[in-house]
Each structure stands twice: as structure tokens, then as C-alpha cells.
């Protein structure tokens, strides 16, 4: 008995699954999925087979030709589920499982045609990363175990069924519609991804199109016209782009993530959808993760950051190279030097957040009994963006980069550990080991000293003003990324006279870019300014990115005046939250005693 990966039942001394065939029909009446997986495995095995399962109802347990198996489902653990364990006869190339899932899956969230832009028909997306693939299929849920599937879901006729992988084919018959996708490339469990809905595309590329619904598309064609471009200096980066198609979908709002990159087809929250192009590093991010995440990719959720931290390097490098968000002509670094300041200031909070557990202030956490959700945080994204930085500069930036494209060629298709990647760097690049101490980056906690720090003009221009509010004409020049940072460097509490001349100068409470009134709305909720409480309300009733969800309610709940307002914010806003963010402001809550 072997388990390696604290977050799934798998034992590395059973058959291991090497294709999915799966079917499910998507019934929005009783939100649950009616469905069959099919699981064949890369050598016929015999003896017990332990699959991860959250809240599903196991009807059956066959053999692929049909014999019946005998199974139980153990006790769920809270955090991992309930262990499936399947009993195969001598040499078993493959099991059938027919299942339903519970209307509450963790990894799905059921929309009423209300909660849609079109107000007209319902909508279903799956979000499976770190470990809620379980809760839809039962599975070898870690990434250790790479998958291909073929998939046929059946949905009612007016809808669409959109995977993460290539499209085969749809059939309609009567009420409903087959739709039939592949997936040839083998891919970790928690990329599994579909979406349900009124869903129509525009072509951006011989590559790309953006999915959303009608009400939506030509917005966000317009936003992510740059896809293209992106993805050609992808390539010349980080070489040939793995999975044929880079597809887009526009979500919901209730979307709980900027973005998740499913293979093929990146998931988006709407709020990137600013009007100016300012935040389609978004894009790039999930982008990058095409190589670093979903062709090489973490063992499991302890060591995250080979995921984040090297997609939060390789997005800036895009952006680098493209010249800024949105093509803007930025060509001298200024605008990653920003965002490396707000991935700063971002982390510095978080470890602050985490004093008391500096063991989740490591890249390589150790995360036995934690859920990865509750993990979460800036630190595998932005500590592990600054290792990467502290490596490049002691070797150079030609050497640092050939080294990431030997890194991609070694482990494609491949996971690996934090431990197995410093072993590798040890032999591959031996001369920034000698001056990087990488124990101290990859098991040690904080942020070891002389981290490379973001340097930049217009950076300098706004610690200048310390504060003070900026001239109009100032003002004016600035993109959202320097108002974000002007905005998170006022002192909590800022003086009344101060937010309302904030506001009334420079409109924050109408911005139509979020970070930048997410940004406003927190040191207005921090500084007890009523007139923006209207506003914190709405966003809070129609956002559900917990980027923005978590610094709101905290900010209500910290301070005693509107705590009783969070938690009636939350009571009425609840069930229009994925389960995952209703789980993540719950714990926000309760810490605030809220
Ligand atoms: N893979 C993540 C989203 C994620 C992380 C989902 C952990 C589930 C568990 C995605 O690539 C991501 O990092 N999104 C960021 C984008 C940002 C760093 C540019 C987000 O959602 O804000
Ligand atoms: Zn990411």
C-alpha cells in the first residue's frame, strides 16, 4: 500500500487508469448528472482498486464486458471523500461504474436562467481544480495518473455542450442533443472541464474563438482580439503550442477564479471584460499554464507552485514581449514591473495572513489533513515567481531561458515534485545553485532576504506621493494597474474627507474595471465610508470571483459597524456563489466572528 498523494485515495500499487470514456446526461430539473465512466487501464490488473468519489451514488460496478463487481464506499473523509473500492477478478483490463452525482457536486455549479446574462435558459460549468473532479466522476483524482477521455454528454436542444478537449460531433434527437468530444492528450484529472449553456463563439484566430453567451460575445471578442498575438509569442518563448486549439469561454459571473486553464478551452470570469484590454494578462496566464501546469504539472497540490509560480513567470513574460496588457506600446518593462509590485504587496499580505501557519508560507507545503482550497493563497504564484527571478538573475536571462525550454522538453506530459525538480536544476544548471540558496526558497518559510525587488519610474511616481492624492493631469496618464497600486498604498483608515475627494474627483464607485473598484471599495469599507456601501453590495450580489469576494467580506466583517451587514450580504447573496467560494467566505466569516 502506497499513497503519495494526501489528497486522493490512489494506491500506487493498483492498476492505474489510462483512458475515460464517459457519458452523462445533464438534468437541470434535478441538477444532477445521470452517468456512465468507463475506466480502462494501462495493464490488466486484479485484486482491490481504490477510485476517489465525493457525494456520488454508485448504482453499479462492472467489468468493461459486463460482469458485476463487487464495490463498497467507505465513510467520507471531509476532505478527500469517500474512498471507492472495487474488487477485480484476475487480469481486469477495465471497469464500468454507473453513478449519479448530488445536486450540491463540488466541482458544478447549476445556474438558473436568472443568474445568466441572457435570463432565458439555465447554465452548468465544472471547475475541477485542486480535487473536486471526484465529485462528478469516480476517479484516480491526482495528477500523477494522467487521463485521455471521450466524453458524450446529452443536454436539452436550445443548449450547447462545450469540453475541454476536441469536438467530434452533435446529434440531435428530439428534446435533446449528443455532444460527443476527445481528448487525445493525456491530461491530469483536475482538467477535466465542461460548460452547459446558450453558448455562441467568434472566431479571434485560425487557433481561437471566444465562447459566451449572446449577450456577451461581442464584448468579449472585442476584449480578447489580441488572443493571437499572445499566442504566437507563446510559442517563439516557450515553444510549439501543445493542444491545437487555444478556445476561450466567457463565464458567468459567478465564475469563483479569474481564470482556469482547461485544456483548450480557457475558462474566464466576465469581470476581465473592462473595456480597455487592461486585463487580458488573465489570458496570458492561463495561456502560459499550457506548458507550465498542463504539460508539465505539479504531483499534487503540495507542490503547487511548479504549477503557479512558473505560469505567473511565464506571463510576464508575455506580456514582456507583447508590449504591455492589450498590446498598449509599453516597451520598457514598466507594466510588468507594476504587476510584479502588486504580486508583491498581494504576497506580503497573504504572509501576513498566515503568521500563524508560516508552514503554508513555503512552496513546497506539506498538506496532509488541509483541504487545497483552504491552502490557497498568492504565496505559490508570487514566492514562486521571485525564486524564479532570484535563479534567472544569477545565471542570466539567455541561460535561464534555455534552461526553462530544456525544463518543458524533460517533463512534458509529465508531473513532477519539488524535490525532483531541484535535483534536476542541481545537475542542469549548477551555477545558480552555487549562489541561490534553493533550500531555503523551496522548504524554508517567508521570503528568503535579497529577493529581487520591481524596479520602475512610474512605480518610484506613486510612492512619491506617499498618499497624497495625485494632480489631475497625473491622474489621467495612469493605467488601471497604477491606480490599483495607488489605491492599495492609502493608509486604512483614510480620512472621510479624503474618500470622498477620492471618489468625487475620480469617480471610482462607476469604474467599469474591477480591480481598480475592488481596490477602491476595500479602503472605503476599511475606512467606514457609507456612501460606497451601496456599491460593495451590489458587487457583492453579482460577482462571484473570490478574488474580490474574500477582500470585501473581510473588510465588512472586520470592523464592527458593518459586520452585520456581511453576514446579510452573505445570507442573501449564498446561494448565487459557486460552492467553493460559499465555502471560502463561510471560513472568512466565522474568522471575523461574522
Ligand atoms: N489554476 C488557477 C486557478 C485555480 C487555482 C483554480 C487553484 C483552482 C484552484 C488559474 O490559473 C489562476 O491562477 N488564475 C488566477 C489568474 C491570475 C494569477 C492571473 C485567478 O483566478 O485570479
Ligand atoms: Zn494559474
Redesign the pocket.
Known amino acids: 500500500m502506497a499513497r503519495l498523494d494526501p489528497h486522493s485515495w490512489n494506491d500506487t500499487t493498483q492498476p492505474e487508469t489510462e483512458r475515460l470514456t464517459w457519458r452523462a446526461k445533464v438534468d437541470f430539473a434535478t441538477r444532477t448528472l445521470e452517468a456512465e465512466a468507463e475506466l480502462t487501464f494501462r495493464l490488466p490488473g486484479a485484486g482491490s482498486l481504490d477510485l476517489d468519489t465525493r457525494d456520488l451514488a454508485i448504482a453499479s460496478v462492472s467489468t468493461s464486458d459486463g460482469k458485476p463487481l463487487e464495490f463498497m464506499v467507505a465513510a467520507p473523509d471531509p476532505i478527500l471523500g469517500a474512498r471507492l473500492r472495487v474488487i477485480l477478478p484476475e487480469a481486469t483490463a477495465g471497469i464500468r461504474i454507473r453513478y449519479r452525482t448530488a445536486p450540491g457536486a463540488s466541482a458544478l455549479q447549476w445556474l438558473t436562467p436568472a443568474q445568466t446574462a441572457g435570463g432565458e435558459h439555465p447554465y452548468l460549468f465544472s471547475q475541477c481544480q485542486a480535487i473536486h473532479a471526484r465529485s462528478v466522476v469516480p476517479l484516480q483524482d491526482t495528477p500523477r495518473i494522467r487521463i485521455r477521455y471521450r466524453a458524450e454528454l446529452t443536454v436539452p436542444v436550445r443548449l450547447r455542450a462545450l469540453m475541454a478537449a476536441a469536438f467530434v460531433g452533435r446529434e440531435e434527437r428530439g428534446a435533446v442533443a449528443v455532444e460527443r468530444w476527445e481528448m487525445p492528450q493525456p491530461i491530469p484529472p483536475y482538467l477535466f472541464a465542461f460548460a452547459v449553456g446558450d453558448l455562441v463563439s467568434r472566431d479571434l484566430g485560425a487557433r481561437s474563438r471566444v465562447w459566451a453567451e449572446p449577450a456577451v460575445v461581442e464584448r468579449a471578442a472585442w476584449e480578447f482580439a489580441t488572443v493571437d498575438a499572445m499566442l504566437h509569442t507563446a510559442e517563439e518563448l516557450f515553444g510549439p503550442y501543445p493542444w491545437e486549439r487555444f478556445d476561450l469561454l466567457t463565464m458567468p459571473p459567478s465564475f469563483p477564479y479569474g481564470g482556469m ?1 482547461n485544456p483548450r478551452l480557457t475558462f474566464l470570469t466576465p469581470t476581465l471584460l473592462a473595456g480597455d484590454r487592461s486585463l487580458v494578462n488573465v489570458v496570458a ?1 492561463e495561456l502560459a ?1 499550457s506548458w507550465t ?1 498542463n504539460l508539465v504539472s505539479n504531483a499534487s497540490a503540495e507542490h503547487f507552485w511548479l ?2 509560480g512558473f ?1 505567473v513567470f511565464a506571463e510576464r513574460r508575455i506580456v514582456e514581449a507583447l508590449g504591455g496588457v492589450g498590446g498598449g506600446g509599453d516597451s520598457d518593462g514598466e507594466e510588468v514591473a507594476l504587476q510584479a509590485a502588486i504580486g508583491r504587496r498581494d504576497l506580503d499580505r497573504d504572509l501576513e495572513q498566515f503568521r500563524d501557519r508560516p508552514d503554508l508560507t513555503r512552496l513546497r507545503t506539506h498538506l496532509e489533513g488541509i483541504d487545497p482550497d483552504e491552502a490557497f493563497s498568492r504565496v505559490p504564484y508570487e514566492k514562486g515567481y521571485l525564486f524564479l527571478r532570484t535563479l534567472e538573475e544569477s545565471v542570466g536571462r539567455a541561460a535561464f531561458s534555455a534552461f526553462l525550454r530544456r525544463y518543458i522538453d524533460a517533463f512534458r506530459f509529465q508531473t513532477l515534485t519539488s524535490e525532483e525538480f531541484a535535483a534536476w536544476l542541481a545537475k542542469e544548471l549548477p551555477e545558480a545553485v552555487a549562489q541561490v540558496d534553493v533550500a531555503a526558497w523551496i522548504d524554508g518559510p517567508g521570503i528568503p532576504a535579497g529577493a529581487p525587488a520591481p524596479r520602475s519610474a512610474r512605480l518610484d511616481a506613486i510612492a512619491r506621493l506617499d498618499g497624497r492624492l495625485p494632480d489631475d493631469a497625473t491622474a489621467r496618464a495612469w493605467t488601471p494597474t497604477e491606480w490599483q497600486l495607488f489605491l492599495e498604498s492609502l493608509a486604512r483608515p483614510s480620512p472621510q474627507e479624503t474618500c470622498r475627494a477620492l471618489d468625487q474627483r475620480f469617480q471610482l464607485t462607476a469604474s467599469g474595471n474591477h480591480e481598480v473598484l475592488v481596490a477602491w471599495l476595500v479602503v472605503a469599507a476599511e475606512s467606514g465610508y457609507a456612501p460606497a456601501l451601496p456599491r460593495i453590495e451590489e458587487v457583492l450580489a453579482s460577482v462571484g470571483r473570490m478574488k474580490y469576494l474574500k477582500p470585501l467580506y473581510t473588510a465588512l466583517a472586520k470592523a464592527p459597524s458593518t459586520r452585520d451587514l456581511a453576514r446579510r450580504c452573505f445570507a442573501r447573496c449564498r446561494d448565487g456563489y459557486h460552492p467553493i467560494a460559499q465555502q471560502v467566505i463561510e471560513a472568512v466569516l466565522q474568522q471575523h466572528h461574522a
Open positions: 486553464e496566464h499554464h501546469g504549477n503557479e505560469t
